[in-house]
């Protein structure tokens, strides 16, 4: 049972390496930040399996936090390319 979570993270790993050469090679700002956005969800799912696979429940609370910072963070980027200020 644990060899599925244990495929799921490489997986998720090479999915991120796949969003990786997305954002450094993307064909505009705004596809760069949909990858950037997209690695920052992998990387929460990434902590969520880690935590479950070392039966760590203090990996979730960190997972949780992240999304909230990169889901902020994700509209203030977003916000200063519509607009060009963070107003």
């Known amino acids: 049972m644990i060899d599925i979570f244990y ?6 790993i090479l999915t991120i390496f796949l969003c990786l050469y997305r954002i450094l090679v993307g ?3 705004e596809n760069r930040l949909i990858a950037v956005n997209t690695v920052g969800t992998k990387t929460i ?8 696979i070392l039966e760590r429940p203090i990996f979730l609370d960190i997972a949780i936090v992240y999304a909230m ?3 902020i ?12 200020c963070i107003c």
């Open 7 to 12: 495929a799921s993270v490489i997986v998720l």
């Open 27 to 29: 064909p505009g700002v």
């Open 45 to 52: 799912v990434l902590l969520v399996l880690v935590g479950f």
């Open 69 to 71: 910072i990169n889901f």
């Open 73 to 84: 963070a994700t509209l203030a980027i977003a916000k200063y390319l519509g607009r060009g």
